[in-house]
């Protein structure tokens, strides 16, 4: 049985490694369109920009692993056609790849920004490593940075500019940062912190245009409220869309990402889509989701493995997030929903602390600053569907870490 992967992030390569320790015998090929090894994401938003560092790549697997587990990677060439009545897939330097199961991992593109100068010299994105090694080098000479956008990105970028001795305006146009994410009163706190480390935080004011200074490079950023921030340097962090372009382009269904049932299948049971671009029925949300995060890539992937393997099963892991900005360490296991009554565990003034979000009188997501312990017991009891009551939640004393241990034996 041969298996081609579409994608070589965290997903893509997660399904190989699990196909090959789950047995499969068969060819795997992994399509990676970047040159080089597949390598992880989520640094070059964080430690990559951060004053003193000397960024290098950070490989997903080492190149010994492709070899080793006898998974042949495709990389440089992009996937540019599925024909799924041949069952094979094109690639850009005019090769052809036969499968008998295919997935998409190919992941999401960041959201363009349209609005007039946005495409001046100076205004940038962030989501490869060539974009993070311009970055790096841009905040050496950069004075005023403006950062269009306070979710994880955003807000990951601007600590690190301020670390960089750089002026920042944060530009969001919703009322808090991380609006979808986060609870209202996290987000506000989130709000206070970056202010307290010296960003300057617009909120309710979005991006109207960017102005050129003489050198044709962009020098201002004017508000959709009128007013005007010198911009030697933009970022833009306004959020991602699917790559599902190409399985559009195959007759699969698509709608907010690839379509798929509870075992990660496609409308075509032998293509799977796991990842950032895979649209799946979430027992978390009761409807459709599309979760951006290291941890469903990789727990859609063992699972979508498992599905080619034979052995398919709804899929449910309890999805968590993280986000590291300037010394805020933010994590969260389960997902907040608007309407949620929550109840704060810990001290906010003391920049450690959780918000305990319940749905219906039962723990749904805990959202943590700066408090590990706090999050691995929500995980746990999160999985296990054992969280605490508001009532226990709220008696003096209350430890999510000991809660955890009370529930089970395994050490949290």
């Given at each position: 049985?041969?298996?081609?992967?579409?994608?070589?992030?965290?997903?893509?390569?997660?399904?190989?490694?699990?196909?090959?320790?789950?047995?499969?015998?068969?060819?795997?090929?992994?399509?990676?369109?970047?040159?080089?090894?597949?390598?992880?994401?989520?640094?070059?938003?964080?430690?990559?920009?951060?004053?003193?560092?000397?960024?290098?790549?950070?490989?997903?697997?080492?190149?010994?692993?492709?070899?080793?587990?006898?998974?042949?990677?495709?990389?440089?060439?992009?996937?540019?056609?599925?024909?799924?009545?041949?069952?094979?897939?094109?690639?850009?330097?005019?090769?052809?790849?036969?499968?008998?199961?295919?997935?998409?991992?190919?992941?999401?593109?960041?959201?363009?920004?349209?609005?007039?100068?946005?495409?001046?010299?100076?205004?940038?994105?962030?989501?490869?490593?060539?974009?993070?090694?311009?970055?790096?080098?841009?905040?050496?000479?950069?004075?005023?940075?403006?950062?269009?956008?306070?979710?994880?990105?955003?807000?990951?970028?601007?600590?690190?500019?301020?670390?960089?001795?750089?002026?920042?305006?944060?530009?969001?146009?919703?009322?808090?940062?991380?609006?979808?994410?986060?609870?209202?009163?996290?987000?506000?706190?989130?709000?206070?912190?970056?202010?307290?480390?010296?960003?300057?935080?617009?909120?309710?004011?979005?991006?109207?245009?960017?102005?050129?200074?003489?050198?044709?490079?962009?020098?201002?950023?004017?508000?959709?409220?009128?007013?005007?921030?010198?911009?030697?340097?933009?970022?833009?962090?306004?959020?991602?869309?699917?790559?599902?372009?190409?399985?559009?382009?195959?007759?699969?269904?698509?709608?907010?990402?690839?379509?798929?049932d509870a075992a990660l299948r496609t409308s075509d049971p032998s293509i799977l889509a796991v990842g950032d671009c895979a649209s799946f029925p979430s027992v978390h949300t009761g409807g459709r989701a599309r979760l951006e995060s290291v941890q469903n890539a990789t727990d859609q992937g063992r699972h979508?493995?498992?599905?080619?393997?034979?052995?398919?099963?709804?899929?449910?892991?309890?999805?968590?997030?993280?986000?590291?900005?300037?010394?805020?360490?933010?994590?969260?296991?389960?997902?907040?929903?608007?309407?949620?009554?929550?109840?704060?565990?810990?001290?906010?003034?003391?920049?450690?602390?959780?918000?305990?979000?319940?749905?219906?009188?039962?723990?749904?997501?805990?959202?943590?600053?700066?408090?590990?312990?706090?999050?691995?017991?929500?995980?746990?009891?999160?999985?296990?569907?054992?969280?605490?009551?508001?009532?226990?939640?709220?008696?003096?004393?209350?430890?999510?870490?000991?809660?955890?241990?009370?529930?089970?034996?395994?050490?949290?």
């Open positions: 049985m041969t298996v081609v992967i579409i994608g070589g992030g965290q997903a893509g390569l997660q399904v190989a490694d699990s196909l090959r320790a789950g047995g499969h015998a068969g060819t795997i090929t992994v399509i990676a369109d970047e040159p080089g090894l597949p390598y992880q994401r989520p640094p070059l938003s964080k430690d990559y920009l951060a004053a003193g560092s000397d960024p290098s790549p950070l490989p997903l697997r080492a190149a010994s692993f492709f070899s080793e587990k006898d998974i042949s990677l495709r990389n440089g060439a992009a996937a540019v056609a599925v024909d799924r009545a041949g069952k094979s897939v094109s690639l850009s330097d005019g090769s052809a790849l036969p499968y008998d199961h295919l997935v998409f991992a190919t992941g999401a593109a960041n959201r363009a920004l349209t609005c007039p100068g946005a495409d001046l010299p100076g205004v940038h994105g962030l989501k490869t490593l060539g974009d993070a090694e311009t970055l790096h080098s841009a905040f050496d000479a950069a004075r005023n940075v403006v950062v269009v956008g306070a979710g994880f990105i955003g807000l990951e970028v601007a600590a690190a500019a301020r670390s960089r001795g750089c002026a920042v305006t944060v530009l969001e146009f919703a009322p808090r940062p991380m609006g979808r994410a986060l609870s209202p009163d996290m987000g506000d706190w989130f709000t206070a912190a970056h202010t307290g480390l010296g960003v300057s935080m617009r909120l309710n004011e979005g991006i109207g245009h960017f102005e050129a200074g003489p050198d044709g490079r962009v020098a201002t950023a004017v508000s959709t409220a009128g007013a005007r921030y010198p911009a030697d340097l933009v970022v833009v962090g306004i959020g991602v869309v699917p790559n599902d372009a190409l399985a559009a382009a195959a007759g699969l269904e698509t709608g907010n990402g690839i379509v798929v979508a493995a498992r599905t080619i393997l034979g052995t398919p099963s709804p899929y449910g892991d309890l999805p968590w997030f993280w986000s590291t900005q300037g010394n805020l360490r933010l994590q969260i296991a389960g997902l907040w929903a608007p309407g949620d009554e929550t109840l704060v565990v810990g001290e906010p003034e003391s920049g450690k602390f959780s918000i305990l979000c319940f749905r219906n009188s039962r723990l749904a997501a805990v959202e943590s600053v700066n408090s590990p312990a706090d999050h691995m017991g929500a995980r746990k009891l999160l999985a296990a569907g054992r969280g605490p009551s508001p009532e226990e939640a709220a008696a003096p004393g209350f430890s999510l870490k000991s809660h955890a241990r009370q529930v089970s034996p395994t050490p949290v």
